[in-house]
């Protein structure tokens, strides 16, 4: 089992920023993959950015340039810096967490990110 605990989220006028944070811990093997996806209003969940513990990452299109993932493998957590936020990044964003040849996924219970004037 993998526990996730995030923090960060809430409110921001557009332009604006936050920071996400979501710590991992439990059964954690040497190679894994940690990572964002977000669902707004009556969409579903989709991909905003995952990174190995090699630093290897993958962005959506719609966040290329304004987010930037990063981890500290010390502390098993993962971080999620958001700039140049709009309207359309308003959603629930939730931490995920998989073991390299696990087929268990594992979820945060989501944070919400609100862009409005």
């Known amino acids: 089992q993998v526990h996730l605990v995030e923090s960060g989220g809430g409110w921001v006028q557009p332009g604006g920023s936050l920071r996400l944070s979501c710590a991992a811990s439990g059964s954690i093997f040497s190679i894994n993959v940690m990572g964002w996806y977000r669902q707004a209003p009556g969409k579903q969940r989709e991909l905003a950015a995952t990174i190995t513990n090699g630093g290897r990452t993958n962005y959506a299109d719609s966040v290329k340039g304004r987010f930037t993932i990063s981890r500290d493998n010390a502390k098993i957590t993962v971080y999620l810096q958001m700039n140049s936020l709009k309207p359309e990044d308003t959603a629930v964003y939730y931490c995920?967490?998989?073991?390299?040849?696990?087929?268990?996924?594992?979820w945060g219970q989501g944070t919400q990110v609100t862009v409005s004037s």
């Open positions: 995920h967490f998989k073991n390299w040849g696990d087929t268990v996924d594992y």
